[in-house]
């Protein structure tokens, strides 16, 4: 069975950083591709980054791109969401996805912008 077990979110103020972390436990094939999701309140879930197995690939939201770095330690079966200048619209509940033969999701993790 896999799960996806995200942490690193929390309060901060713009213009601040925070590193999401998302293990992966269990077996799952070796061609996947990893990515981080957010949905705030009364909207829908959207696609902030992804990264392809080998890290070569990544694609970006157009709203975090210059600010937040999605890489992936495959050692530690870790994909990770670096997050700098912080914005009050980056306020959501962030959920890692993983894709192999079908999607796994983590149970998210709040990350807050305070002005």
């Known amino acids: 069975q896999v799960q996806l077990v995200e942490s690193g979110g929390g309060l901060v103020q713009a213009g601040g950083s925070l590193r999401l972390s998302c293990a992966v436990f269990?077996?799952?094939?070796?061609?996947?591709?990893m990515g981080w999701y957010r949905q705030a309140p009364g909207l829908q879930r959207e696609l902030v980054a992804s990264?392809?197995?080998?890290?070569?690939?990544?694609n970006y939201a157009d709203s975090v791109k210059g600010r937040f770095t999605i890489s992936r330690d495959n050692v530690r079966n870790t994909v990770y969401l670096q997050m700098n200048s912080l914005k009050p619209e980056d306020t959501a509940v962030y959920y890692c996805?993983?894709?192999?033969?079908?999607?796994?999701w983590g149970q998210g993790t709040q990350v807050t912008v305070s002005t």
């Open positions: 990264i392809t197995r080998s890290g070569g690939g990544t």
């Open positions: 269990g077996s799952i094939s070796t061609s996947n591709t």
């Open positions: 996805k993983l894709t192999t033969f079908r999607d796994y």
